[in-house]
T-cell receptor
């Protein structure tokens, strides 16, 4: 398919472990966003890339969160020393243009920290 | 601080009823989008409204953007069980690159 692909689909980590979440955007899409979504809530903005440049990381909750998109396509969200409050669904979205519209979302990675 | 407030947060209705979901803010948005999300999936775009006072219709769904571009509503006529899901409004702040989401309205339509 030609949609946004995220892996793994589910991740269980013990508290203190590092995790890496991958996003494959739609080919050719310029913009890439990461969002964090708690159960039954709306997505919360984490960070935004335009090609390989990280233009906004104001939503990253702490310095344990790090995102990269080195070649302007695939992106990785890394969480170091995971805590229970990091448990959430992490959504990736891409857009063919600069900025937000239209956003195409992946199905997310559900992270559970035990 | 929630920039976009949605109400109600939960709505359970019978098939055939009408409903309205509201999305309010004190901020002005350059545009506003509505998404629908089903369990285990990412949000899917329903509509984008960009002009104050704009009304868009999508079959049984009617979307309105407030004149001041601070609020929006989604009205569903004759709801069906297939309309069940989480409805999200999302606003783009003028000059900003990101989309801010409301907390969502969980809709359940019972047959």
């Amino acid at each position: 398919g030609a949609g946004v692909s995220q892996s793994p689909r589910y991740k269980v980590a013990k508290r203190g472990q590092d995790v890496a979440l991958r996003c494959d955007p739609i080919s050719g899409h310029v913009s890439l966003f990461w969002y964090q979504q708690a159960l039954g809530q709306g997505p919360e903005f984490l960070t935004y890339f335009q090609n390989e440049a990280q233009l906004d990381k104001s939503g990253l909750p702490s310095d344990r969160f790090f995102a990269e998109r080195p070649e302007g396509s695939v992106s990785t969200l890394k969480i170091q020393r995971t805590q229970q409050e990091d448990s959430a669904v992490y959504l990736c979205a891409s857009s063919p243009f600069e900025g937000w519209s239209p956003l195409h979302f992946g199905n997310g990675t559900r992270l559970t920290v035990t | 601080t929630q920039l976009l407030e949605q109400s109600p947060q939960f709505l359970s209705i019978q098939e055939g009823e009408n409903l309205t979901v509201y999305c309010n803010s004190s901020s002005v948005f350059s545009s506003l989008q509505w998404y629908r999300q089903e369990p285990g999936e990412g949000p899917v775009l329903l509509v984008t409204v960009v002009t104050g006072g704009e009304v868009k219709k999508l079959k049984r769904l009617t979307f309105q953007f407030g004149d001041a571009r601070k609020d929006s509503s989604l009205h569903i006529t004759a709801a069906q069980p297939g309309d069940t899901g989480l409805y999200l409004c999302a606003g783009a702040i003028q000059g900003g690159g990101k989309l801010i989401f409301g907390q969502g309205t969980e809709l359940s339509v019972k047959p």
